[in-house]
């Protein structure tokens, strides 16, 4: 380098300033002066008075250093994404980019993780690289951070003994194999339909009501992410970072379990020729996770259809990106396009969001049974290795970490937004992995343990609630969000320890109730309601009184129905469809409300994707049989998409029979 940096200076070509030339090469002020006196002694034809080389054997020189500085600086770039390249180089890229903002084209961390996301020539190489990247973080990282060698080996050999289900190999997903070893059909005897005609009867008014938002979405916003119903027009928004179709996504298992045979085959041919991944802007990696990943598994999973899990996969391998930081923890943002990623602008020091970091596991363990491909699977396993290793105060996990230190940023607990479906992806966890998954498993029920001693409260009324805790201090409120843990740990009641599983059932119709109770006169419930200042399950701020056609609170009701087949779940979910027909129903789609207990109603003017995804999907859920999409046989991530248990080990009576009919 200091050849270089002398024979430059001689023959007057630019160089930066001093202060960036010292921290491109290393050197010290001063010392390239006595590096260099000791160089032109040791060359030919150059004097000990400083006399220059002679033209012909310079420009020789010349094209022997030019060739070598090319050499080493585009080796640069091809090195492992290690800390050290990125404080040289990726400076400014490291730090949370502002919202709206995205690198420009000649961006140097943008070139660098296009380098990364090139395909490689096979299996072995992609492997090879991994490990090669993980002993450069290893030795580059402060404490030894990173998995060391050994670690990386171990995972991937975990990887290969657990890819595919039943022991299949890593480079085939077998399809026909999953199928046979499903204790029921997917869509049930009978398409799960109920014999009780009143079921009956109300299930078909939820699927002409899904039928109705899809038509309505088709004609008015078709390829758009939503439909707004009032003006009759699309919305795209900024949270997909340029993927379109949301609504189509998240309809595709919906549509299909609802025997909407021609309107699935619309959605799947505009995902085979439509579905365009190579956006550039700013995406959600939890709802793109959540919404597109999900919603693209569970139609594979649901028909074998090989255009979705080609997509699935491809998406999957744009997200990997968020996950190159120091501890391995995702950032909130990342561009699909570049691989450049960063935190939420109004996330607390440039923290990562547990809600959104813990709600990657289900996906993305799916993503590597069908690509064979173990690295999804090490990104969410390095996730938990993070948290198992820092203190968690009174044994609660925080709302925000920070992605750099992997420390608490600040004390916020909460089972709604920020926190909710960590914990419901820890216990599902448990259930998909076919119960083999003790970590998750231990993992949620000292959660349990730390939430009930800590949030869990009574309210003057009677009402059990799930407050939320700031530093020590609770606050006595509840999200509609966080509704959906009456369902949760129903779930999870039959495998907690033997005398705690009926009051976990217990707790599961109380917290049911509560949110129930918080439906106001027109059984709709707000965003947010509080049991202080003699509030029992009400919103006390007009901010918190909107209703955007959510469906946490439809979901518990069906767990709870699943699990107790106690009637008032139906009544209650009846009692919502009521709701929804009678305040949101517009002449073009559903709409959300501004104010649960206003008697003149006022429409927000959007139909959210998340309405055809989970709420009609559980109210269908809830009027049919439970042999469709049994819960022996499936899980549903947070976007109500069902998602197939992995059994390592099926047994030979179904490996052996015949394929079960749908």
Known sequence: MFWTQILLRDVDVNWPTEPARRRALHVEPGSSRAAGGMLLRKLPGVSASGMGLRLSQKFVFLLFISGLVTLCFGALFFLPDSVRLKRIFLSKSESPHPRGMTPGRGDVSTRLRALSRRPSVSYEARTAGRAREERSRARAEPGGRARDHHDHHDAAARADRDAGFSGQSRDAFDYGKLKKCLFKPPLGSDGGQPSDPQARERRDKVKEMMKFAWENYRRYAWGKNELRPLTRNGHIGNMFGGLRGASIVDSLDTLYIMGLTQEFEEAKEWVENNLDLNSNGEASLFEVNIRYVGGLLSAYYLTGAEVFKKKVVELGEKLLPAFNTPTGIPRGVINLGSGTSWSWGWASAGSSILAEFGTLHLEFVHLTELSGNPVFTEKVMN??????????????????????????????????????????????????????????KKMYYSAMDAIEANLVQKSPGGLTYIAEWRGGILDHKMGHLACFSGGMVGIGADDG??????????LAAEITHTCHESYSPTKLGPEAFRFDAGAEATATRLSDRYYILRPEVIESYMYMWRLTHDPKYRQWGWE?????????????????????????????????????????????????????????????NTE??????????????????????E
């Open 383 to 440: 996730i938990r290795k993070v948290l198992n290793k820092i203190e968690k105060p009174h044994g609660l996990y925080p709302n925000f970490l920070s992605p750099v230190s992997g420390n608490w940023v600040q004390h916020h607990v909460s089972i709604g937004g920020l926190g909710d479906s960590f914990y419901e992806y820890l216990i599902k966890s448990y259930l998909m992995s076919d119960k083999t998954d003790e970590e998750a």
């Open 497 to 506: 320890e033997l005398t705690k599983r009926q009051h976990y059932l217990d």
């Open 576 to 636: 919502a469809v009521e709701a929804l027909e009678h305040h949101c129903r517009v002449e073009a789609g559903f709409s959300g409300i501004r104010d649960v207990y206003a008697t003149t109603v006022s429409h927000d003017n959007m139909q959210q994707s998340f309405f055809l995804s989970e709420t009609l999907k559980y109210l269908y859920l809830l009027f049919s049989d439970d042999d469709l999409l049994s819960l022996e046989d499936w899980v549903f």
């Open 640 to 661: 109500a998409h069902p998602l197939p248990i992995i059994r390592r080990n099926c047994p030979p009576e179904r490996e052996d029979a015949e394929e079960a009919p």
